[in-house]
């Protein structure tokens, strides 16, 4: 008997508590005009039904998998995945997130006009909550060229629900850091562009959805995250022998100094002022130097038991 053949796409898709969200996510994959593909939904310990909901959208279609885990994080679940994908492009769609029907007929043809590319990228809208569409940066927007080390440093604007690369160029970059609890994905490319240029489809291909218990809204630690992400690739990573001295401190002056104001309007004045010193061993502003003293002048009330500061790097 034949071997199955295996499909152009493995769709990665961790789930974790949406079960408002998880059929339309998974119906807008079935939707897809290119039907090659198959679809693997990773069940990250959900505990308000999510699963039920998944199980009863795969139940119908062979070319769903329904996988589960005891819960450990987006990163991990994906990872978990990935490691049952058999498709040789890997594309994701996160369970709150929607396609349009085209866009992977969209990255299909990209492919076959362009065989030697490994890494397409395409754009993304903003659902509401409320059903309207928020229209969102496009190709006029610095995604209209080839993306490197350089461009990607300087400023994250490709989303995971947009992009579609060769299975051998996450093995060759290493694959996600389980241990990121934010921009895990921000890591991976990073790592990526310095194999091979990141390359622009130029079409829109999915919707964001933005909701109330959104893992993508900035807090003051994920912009530190963020930062050590970026810090890691310049002193670890190689970014240091690629990137201009110049364009790396004013990147982590800034980002450092976002998390700086978002520590401090969260109240968390300790954080506040040692994500202000990261800042400004970079890049001193206005911004940051009044978070720096009037975090100073409040830490009698700084909140107690407050989360650390992350520092993800200190691992590798």
């Not at 229209?135 to 995604?143: A, C, D, I, N, V």
Request: glycine share 8%.
């Amino acid at each position: 008997m034949k071997a199955k053949e295996p499909p152009l796409f493995s769709i990665i898709m961790p789930l974790y508590n949406h079960m408002a969200y998880v059929e339309e996510a998974v119906r807008s994959v079935l939707a897809q005009t290119c039907p090659d593909w198959e679809l693997i939904i990773v069940n990250d310990g959900s505990t308000d039904g999510s699963e039920k909901a998944a199980e009863r959208i795969a139940a119908n279609d062979g070319r769903i998998r329904l996988l589960h885990q005891a819960n450990a994080g987006c990163s991990v679940a994906r990872i978990t995945g990935l490691r049952r994908a058999t498709g040789n492009w890997l594309a994701y769609l996160d369970s709150d997130d929607l396609w349009y029907p085209t866009a992977l007929a969209d990255f299909h043809e990209y492919i076959e006009s362009h065989p030697s590319v490994q890494f397409i990228y395409g754009y993304c809208h903003r659902l509401n909550a409320n059903g309207t569409v928020t229209e969102l940066l496009g190709p006029s927007q610095g995604q209209d060229g080839s993306t490197g080390p350089t461009e990607l440093f300087q400023r994250m604007y490709i989303s995971h629900l947009c992009v579609c690369y060769r299975r051998e160029l996450l093995e060759r970059a290493g694959g996600y850091d389980p241990a990121l609890p934010h921009a895990d994905d921000y890591d991976l490319y990073l790592r990526m562009s310095q194999l091979c240029s990141l390359n622009p489809l130029g079409k829109l291909t999915g919707l964001r959805r933005r909701h109330r218990r959104c893992l993508s809204r900035p807090t003051g630690f994920s912009r530190m995250v963020e930062g050590e992400v970026l810090r890691r690739f310049v002193e670890r990573r190689g970014g240091g022998q690629i990137l201009d001295p110049r364009i790396v401190r004013k990147r982590l002056g800034r980002v450092y100094g976002s998390a700086a104001w978002r520590y401090f309007t969260e109240l968390r004045f300790r954080q506040a002022l040692q994500a202000a010193g990261m800042a400004h061993r970079y890049r001193r502003t206005f911004r940051s130097t009044f978070v720096a003293v009037a975090a100073r002048c409040l830490l009698p009330l700084a909140r107690r038991n407050a989360t650390p500061l992350p520092n993800m790097w200190n691992g590798g």
